[in-house]
T-cell receptor, first 112, second 115 residues
Framework: RKEVEQDPGPFNVPEGATVAFNCTYSNSASQSFFWYRQDCRKEPKLLMSVYSSGNEDGRFTAQLNRASQYISLLIRDSKLSDSATYLCVVNDSGGSNYKLTFGKGTLLTVNP | NAGVMQNPRHLVRRRGQEARLRCSPMKGHSHVYWYRQLPEEGLKFMVYLQKENIIDESGMPKERFSAEFPKEGPSILRIQQVVRGDSAAYFC?????????????FGPGTRLTVT
C-alpha cells in the first residue's frame, strides 16, 4: 500500500461545480495533514492544514477521519483559478515528524 | 518579505558533469528541506538540514548526492557525475522550526535536465 494515495483523476468540472478529493494514508501514527496545490511547473503551495474537527476556509473544506486514515478536500463553487494539481500531504511521526510525504496529486481542470 | 529563493531555476547538464543547486530559506527560517519530484511522481523527501548540520539524509541516494547548509550563505545540493535519471525538479522548503509547526514553505524549484 502506498504511503499516501489519492484519486488518480483528472477531474474536469464546469465553473460553479462542487468537487471532492479523497486521500488515504498508511501510517496510523501520522500527526499532521495538509492539502497543497501545485500549478503546472510551479512549487507546491500550502492550501490548508487539516484538523480532526474539520476545518473550512471560504469555499474549501477539509476533513480528517483518523480511524479510517482518510482525508478529504471539498471545493464549492469552483473557479477557473482553482485549476491545479491538489496534493495530499502527511507528515511522518515521532522523531522524524518534519518529513512530509506527498501523494502524487489529483489534477483539477475547471472549465468555463 | 522574500519567500524561499532557489537558483538557478533551470539547469542543463551533460552526463558526467556536476550540478549545484542553491536555496536561500525565508527570512527567520533556520530549517531547510530538499525534495525531488520526478516526472509524473509526487515529491520525495531527500534531506533535512539546519545551519552547519545535516539532521536527516535518509532520502538521499547514497552516491553522488550531497547537501550542506553553511553558517553563511545558501544551502547547496550537489550532484556529481549526473545521469539522465537525475533529471527532475528539485524543490527546497524552509520552516522556522521542525517542532510545533510542520508547515513548510517551498521555493520555485530548480528544473535539472541531463542530456
Amino acid at each position: 500500500r502506498k504511503e499516501v494515495e489519492q484519486d488518480p483523476g483528472p477531474f474536469n468540472v464546469p465553473e460553479g461545480a462542487t468537487v471532492a478529493f479523497n486521500c488515504t494514508y498508511s501510517n496510523s501514527a501520522s500527526q499532521s495533514f495538509f492539502w497543497y496545490r501545485q500549478d503546472c511547473r510551479k512549487e507546491p503551495k500550502l492550501l490548508m492544514s487539516v484538523y480532526s474537527s474539520g476545518n473550512e476556509d471560504g469555499r474549501f473544506t477539509a476533513q480528517l477521519n483518523r480511524a479510517s486514515q482518510y482525508i478529504s478536500l471539498l471545493i464549492r463553487d469552483s473557479k477557473l483559478s482553482d485549476s491545479a494539481t491538489y496534493l495530499c500531504v502527511v507528515n511522518d511521526s515521532g522523531g522524524s515528524n518534519y518529513k512530509l510525504t506527498f501523494g502524487k496529486g489529483t489534477l483539477l481542470t475547471v472549465n468555463p | 518579505n522574500a519567500g524561499v529563493m532557489q537558483n538557478p531555476r533551470h539547469l542543463v547538464r551533460r552526463r558526467g558533469q556536476e550540478a549545484r543547486l542553491r536555496c536561500s530559506p525565508m527570512k527567520g527560517h533556520s530549517h531547510v528541506y530538499w525534495y525531488r519530484q520526478l516526472p509524473e511522481e509526487g515529491l520525495k523527501f531527500m534531506v533535512y538540514l539546519q545551519k552547519e548540520n545535516i539532521i536527516d539524509e535518509s532520502g538521499m541516494p547514497k552516491e553522488r548526492f550531497s547537501a550542506e547548509f553553511p553558517k553563511e550563505g545558501p544551502s547547496i545540493l550537489r550532484i556529481q557525475q549526473v545521469v539522465r535519471g537525475d533529471s527532475a525538479a528539485y524543490f527546497c522548503a524552509s520552516s522556522p522550526a521542525s517542532t510545533g509547526s510542520y508547515e513548510q514553505y517551498f521555493g520555485p524549484g530548480t528544473r535539472l535536465t541531463v542530456t
